[in-house]
């Protein structure tokens, strides 16, 4: 089974400073996706970025980027020029690609609760 | 973007009755939906995997004559909690599968949630 491991239940950073979230994960699969999501005070869950395991360019998003590094099977996040808005809980995920029928269910971490410092 | 509802946000009832949520696709047609369980500051577990026209598939632990599932339709799964106790109160929250993909990615949109509390 994938398991997902998110171990900084907690980080805070400075405004406008950056953050990067740790995400490892395990599987004996080769071809998978994997995610950031953010989840505000709303609850609402929202993708931040999205890295496809076949493709060694890591995925970026305006200030959002990924270190993904396959062989190790970590996955960070990167937050650049951090804002307010940025304070949420940040979960990591992973889902298995099956043939042609897209992605399958998504396994989450534990999740990470950023806080912004003004 | 993709819009998926939920119905009620949320909703208290009492020990032993059944609830119902909703869970809509607005704008886009999904063949495949699935429901969470949300416990507070915890992560959200996969309770099920809804799929159009055929039987849920329930994870490992989940009652399935507990937590009835139904996807009549493209835009519409329903979960309803039958004879509910105080150890159901939790966040549910549904995402619904585009049913378009493109690049082999099928992108999962999720609902606001749904906080159920049962006293």
């Known amino acids: 089974a994938q398991t997902v491991t998110q171990s900084q239940p907690e980080m805070s950073v400075q405004e406008a400073e950056t953050v990067t979230l740790s995400c490892t994960y395990d599987t004996s699969e080769s071809d998978y996706y994997l995610f950031w999501y953010k989840q505000p005070p709303s609850r609402q869950m929202i993708l931040v970025i999205r890295q496809e395991a076949y493709k060694q360019q890591n995925a970026t998003e305006n200030r959002f980027s990924v270190n993904f590094q396959k062989a190790a099977k970590s996955f960070s996040l990167k937050i650049s020029d951090s804002q307010l808005g940025d304070a949420a809980m940040y979960f990591c995920?992973?889902?298995?690609?099956?043939?042609?029928?897209?992605?399958?269910?998504?396994?989450f971490g534990t999740g990470t609760r950023l806080t912004i410092i003004p | 973007g993709a819009v998926v509802s939920q119905h009620p946000s949320r909703v208290i009832c009492k020990s032993g009755t059944s609830v119902k949520i909703e869970c809509r696709s607005l704008?886009?047609?999904?063949?495949?939906m699935f429901w969470y369980r949300q416990f507070p500051k915890q992560s959200l577990m996969l309770m099920a995997t809804?799929?159009?026209?055929?039987?849920?598939?329930?994870e490992q632990g989940v009652e399935k004559d507990k937590f009835l599932i139904n996807h009549a339709s493209l835009t519409l799964s329903t979960l309803t909690v039958t004879s509910a106790h105080p150890e159901d109160s939790s966040f549910y929250i549904c995402?619904?599968?585009?049913?378009?993909?493109?690049?082999?990615?099928?992108?999962?949109?999720f609902g606001p949630g749904t906080r159920l509390t049962v006293t």
């Open positions: 809804s799929n159009e026209g055929s039987k849920a598939t329930y």
């Open positions: 995402s619904a599968r585009d049913r378009i993909g493109r690049d082999r990615v099928y992108e999962q949109y």
């Open positions: 704008d886009f047609q999904a063949t495949t």
């Open positions: 995920a992973y889902s298995l690609i099956i043939s042609n029928f897209g992605n399958e269910k998504l396994t």
